[in-house]
């Protein structure tokens, strides 16, 4: 490293799983990889707070991802698939081993600055003030930063049905179901007119229309039932006026007889070892955000997406004291959360909450080919270029909470309700690797893992960090190919990508 910066062969942004994965495939096969990482800390969700590893079909699970889990199984002495997920901590130590093993360069505090291109080649990125110089580079970030910076197009949200004449496109139905609230809770504080927090007061698009709107952000929380496990604590700031929707719910519950769990409010399957949990959000009232903070997120400065992330951070510190204090919290629920706390070996820097913000969808390139909702229903389409198989339902997490006015209802009653909710099974589909790479006018050596060319229906679906830790070994053994034959990642030897993934493990069909 010069003071001005560095030449790879190979640079990575973001040391997501994925981001790993490509470091990590290119540094086997000798090549010179630098993975920048904006924080300080790798593996993204895996080692941010998703113990619970979101599989699908395990039988399309190979390569890296495979491996992985192999690597868990080995630290825990069991067999494969016993644990549904690794502790945070365990993950990030099995990625750091791999990069260190691989003889891969991690610069972390390197958050992206400025993009230099020739033409539709990227010659250099700076990140954290210094100079990086590369023949591929590899976007890995959850928002796609490098793409966007590099003047790749995208999309964000929630696209028109007409678009892609997907069924399941735009603004859905609203739809009873268990993250639903019952009919009637009431969007109001007590004797008011005035909306209540977390609820937006802003009208819906029409059913099927695109309204550019993202599904749920949060954070997924490691909770433990240790007696060494840290209490949930009252934050500098909490204010227990926040939380009326809450009130409100619990009362139309009493009303209809309803006794509430903290399982309810909270997932608390002890998915982990050590008597831990990934705490996952669940039920009509949860650890996700819905008032539309996040929409500020995807294309935000530096500074717009701290707000969102501390207004996330507060709300969830928030969540689980009033949760677990409030007398007006039904007692099963203070109860139950009273058995948890915060994991006291996990996120020791970040006082308990996860160092990463789970950004379920942000930007979405719009690459080479298109993945959509006809390549996954009602049957798979074949791709020539099939590089690794996608296999988890279509999980669209709830986008916005609304309140329903009296002429929208035929009650004459107003009530919250939640929208988005999308949960539609697949059988296991290829994923070309034109989705991973932007079109050729648009860039030529940029592989993007995450932010993959997909439309918001079938993003849903690969979004899962098994399939990222699949594309992130795709886009680091392609970049491998396009050095080697000095050619653009588009015109890497498709068929000879193809071979070596088999022979690294990956499964390509069943």
């Given at each position: 490293?010069?003071a001005?910066?560095?030449?790879?062969?190979?640079?990575v942004?973001?040391?997501?799983?994925?981001?790993?994965?490509?470091?990590?495939?290119?540094?086997?096969?000798?090549?010179?990889?630098?993975?920048?990482?904006?924080?300080?800390?790798?593996g993204?969700?895996?080692?941010?707070?998703?113990g619970?590893?979101?599989?699908g079909?395990a039988?399309?699970?190979?390569?890296?991802a495979r491996?992985?889990?192999?690597?868990?199984?080995?630290?825990?002495g069991?067999?494969i698939g016993?644990?549904?997920?690794p502790?945070?901590?365990?993950?990030?130590?099995?990625?750091r081993?791999?990069?260190?093993?691989?003889?891969?360069?991690?610069?972390?505090?390197?958050?992206?600055?400025?993009?230099?291109?020739?033409?539709?080649?990227?010659?250099?990125v700076?990140?954290?003030?210094?100079?990086?110089?590369?023949?591929v580079f590899?976007?890995a970030?959850?928002?796609?930063?490098l793409?966007?910076?590099?003047?790749?197009p995208y999309?964000v949200?929630?696209?028109?049905?007409?678009?892609?004449?997907?069924?399941?496109a735009?603004?859905?139905?609203i739809?009873p179901?268990?993250?639903?609230?019952?009919h009637y809770?009431?969007?109001?504080?007590?004797?008011?007119?005035?909306?209540?927090?977390?609820?937006?007061?802003?009208?819906?698009?029409?059913?099927g229309?695109?309204?550019?709107?993202?599904?749920?952000?949060?954070?997924r929380?490691c909770?433990?039932?240790?007696?060494?496990?840290?209490?949930?604590?009252?934050?500098?700031?909490?204010?227990?006026?926040?939380?009326?929707l809450?009130?409100?719910?619990?009362?139309?519950?009493?009303?209809?007889?309803?006794?509430?769990?903290?399982?309810?409010?909270?997932?608390?399957?002890?998915?982990?070892p050590?008597?831990k949990?990934?705490?996952?959000s669940?039920?009509?009232?949860s650890l996700?955000?819905?008032d539309?903070?996040n929409?500020?997120?995807p294309?935000?400065?530096?500074?717009d997406r701290?707000?969102?992330?501390?207004?996330h951070r507060d709300?969830?510190?928030?969540?689980f004291?009033?949760m677990s204090?409030d007398?007006?919290?039904?007692?099963?629920?203070?109860?139950?959360?009273?058995?948890?706390?915060?994991?006291?070996?996990?996120?020791?820097?970040?006082?308990g909450?996860?160092?990463?913000?789970?950004?379920?969808?942000?930007?979405?390139?719009r690459?080479?080919?298109?993945?959509?909702?006809?390549?996954?229903?009602?049957?798979?389409?074949r791709?020539y270029?099939?590089?690794?198989?996608?296999?988890?339902?279509?999980?669209?997490?709830?986008v916005?909470?609304?309140?329903?006015?009296?002429?929208?209802?035929?009650?004459?009653?107003?009530e919250?309700?939640?929208?988005?909710?999308?949960?539609?099974?697949?059988?296991?589909?290829p994923?070309?690797?034109r989705?991973?790479?932007?079109?050729?006018?648009?860039c030529?050596?940029?592989i993007v893992p995450?932010c993959?060319?997909?439309?918001?229906?079938?993003?849903?679906s690969?979004?899962?960090?098994?399939?990222?830790e699949m594309l992130?070994?795709?886009?680091?053994?392609?970049?491998?190919?396009?050095?080697?034959?000095?050619?653009?990642?588009?015109?890497?030897?498709?068929?000879?990508?193809q071979?070596r993934?088999?022979?690294e493990?990956?499964?390509?069909?069943?």
């Amino acid at each position: 490293m010069t003071a001005t910066g560095r030449h790879a062969e190979l640079v990575v942004y973001a040391a997501t799983a994925a981001g790993v994965a490509a470091a990590v495939s290119a540094a086997r096969h000798g090549v010179g990889v630098v993975l920048l990482e904006p924080g300080r800390h790798v593996g993204g969700m895996v080692s941010g707070g998703l113990g619970y590893t979101d599989v699908g079909d395990a039988r399309v699970v190979g390569g890296i991802a495979r491996e992985f889990a192999a690597a868990v199984a080995e630290h825990y002495g069991v067999r494969i698939g016993d644990y549904a997920g690794p502790e945070p901590h365990v993950a990030e130590q099995i990625f750091r081993r791999w990069l260190e093993d691989a003889g891969v360069e991690v610069v972390h505090d390197a958050p992206l600055g400025g993009v230099e291109l020739a033409g539709a080649r990227i010659v250099a990125v700076t990140a954290g003030g210094k100079r990086y110089t590369a023949g591929v580079f590899v976007d890995a970030g959850y928002e796609g930063d490098l793409l966007a910076k590099a003047g790749v197009p995208y999309a964000v949200g929630r696209e028109d049905r007409s678009l892609h004449g997907e069924s399941l496109a735009g603004r859905t139905e609203i739809r009873p179901g268990k993250h639903q609230f019952p009919h009637y809770v009431s969007p109001f504080r007590a004797g008011t007119d005035e909306v209540v927090p977390f609820v937006r007061n802003e009208p819906m698009a029409d059913v099927g229309a695109g309204d550019g709107a993202v599904m749920s952000y949060g954070y997924r929380v490691c909770l433990s039932s240790g007696p060494d496990r840290r209490p949930f604590e009252r934050r500098d700031g909490y204010d227990p006026a926040q939380w009326e929707l809450a009130r409100n719910w619990f009362r139309r519950l009493a009303e209809d007889g309803v006794e509430l769990r903290a399982d309810q409010v909270v997932g608390l399957v002890r998915n982990l070892p050590n008597g831990k949990c990934d705490g996952n959000s669940i039920g009509p009232f949860s650890l996700n955000l819905l008032d539309g903070t996040n929409r500020a997120y995807p294309d935000g400065s530096p500074e717009d997406r701290e707000r969102v992330r501390r207004v996330h951070r507060d709300y969830t510190r928030d969540f689980f004291w009033f949760m677990s204090t409030d007398p007006d919290v039904p007692r099963g629920v203070r109860d139950g959360l009273a058995a948890w706390g915060w994991a006291a070996d996990e996120f020791l820097d970040t006082d308990g909450l996860p160092h990463q913000f789970y950004v379920r969808e942000a930007r979405r390139m719009r690459g080479e080919y298109v993945l959509t909702q006809h390549d996954l229903l009602p049957a798979p389409r074949r791709q020539y270029d099939v590089v690794a198989m996608g296999s988890y339902h279509i999980d669209v997490r709830e986008v916005q909470r609304v309140w329903r006015s009296a002429y929208e209802h035929p009650d004459e009653r107003c009530e919250v309700v939640n929208e988005g909710y999308q949960s539609i099974g697949v059988r296991p589909y290829p994923i070309p690797y034109r989705s991973l790479v932007p079109r050729f006018d648009d860039c030529s050596n940029l592989i993007v893992p995450v932010c993959v060319s997909a439309s918001h229906v079938a993003f849903a679906s690969v979004r899962m960090e098994p399939q990222y830790e699949m594309l992130g070994h795709i886009a680091g053994l392609a970049a491998v190919l396009a050095l080697a034959g000095d050619r653009e990642v588009q015109r890497v030897d498709v068929g000879e990508l193809q071979r070596r993934l088999v022979d690294e493990g990956q499964v390509l069909a069943l």
